[in-house]
T-cell receptor
């Protein structure tokens, strides 16, 4: 069964600090990996999407990395802001277009 | 562009009642899908559509029906609501199955 595991489940960081979220997957055959940001009470919003041949992609202060050999991805948030408080969801797409969603990591940024 | 819109935002139902959750998009996207999101779990696909007139089942389709008569609209019907259907429902659209998905704001459903 295709699975996507995210860690940690939640974390608290101080404003201005950096943090890294992890995503491990067993989806095969792999097509692409996406990171979404979901604010409380809102729908998810796409941050990055990476194919097999891409090992890093940035979107402002968000940088995603992908190691397709070890089936791991990370999302790095640089110089966190209060508006970064949200749930971050890792989504992996298989070649049959089926998407597997992780349960998300909840990030709380404190002033 | 309004993007993806969903109505209602909140709904309370009694067990056995039926209702329709509305979803519309104005981006001319072919691919639309419905998900439910429960605490501690990832989004789970209920039904999806690759174009007008074409629908298919996702991971958790039981108790739900969909139709796609137009490109813009993709309503989700609960046939006979059950407490297990208490959840937050999200509609999403994209240009294709491999493209970035755009999500609506969600509908919070409570079934008593």
């Amino acid at each position: 069964k295709n699975q996507v595991e995210q860690s940690p489940q939640s974390l608290i960081i101080l404003e201005g600090k950096n943090c890294t979220l992890q995503c491990n997957y067993t989806v095969s055959p792999f097509s692409n990996l996406r990171w979404y940001k979901q604010d409380t009470g809102r729908g998810p919003v796409s941050l990055t999407i990476m194919t097999f041949s891409e090992n890093t992609k940035s979107n402002g202060r968000y940088t995603a990395t992908l190691d397709a050999d070890t089936k791991q991805s990370s999302l790095h948030i640089t110089a966190s802001q209060l508006s970064d408080s949200a749930s971050y969801i890792c989504v992996v797409s298989a070649n049959d277009y089926k998407l597997s969603f992780g349960a998300g990591t909840t990030v709380t940024v404190r002033a | 562009n309004a993007g993806v819109t969903q109505t209602p935002k909140f709904q309370v139902l009694k067990t056995g009642q039926s209702m329709t959750l509305q979803c519309a998009q104005d981006m001319n996207h072919e691919y639309m899908s419905w998900y439910r999101q429960d605490p501690g779990m990832g989004l789970r696909l209920i039904h999806y559509s690759v174009g007008a007139g074409i629908t298919d089942q996702g991971e958790v389709p039981n108790g739900y029906n969909v139709s796609r008569s137009t490109t813009e609209d993709f309503p989700l019907r609960l046939l006979s609501a059950a407490p297990s259907q208490t959840s937050v429902y999200f509609c999403a659209s994209s240009e294709g199955a491999e493209e970035t998905q755009y999500f609506g704001p969600g509908t919070r459903l409570l079934v008593l």
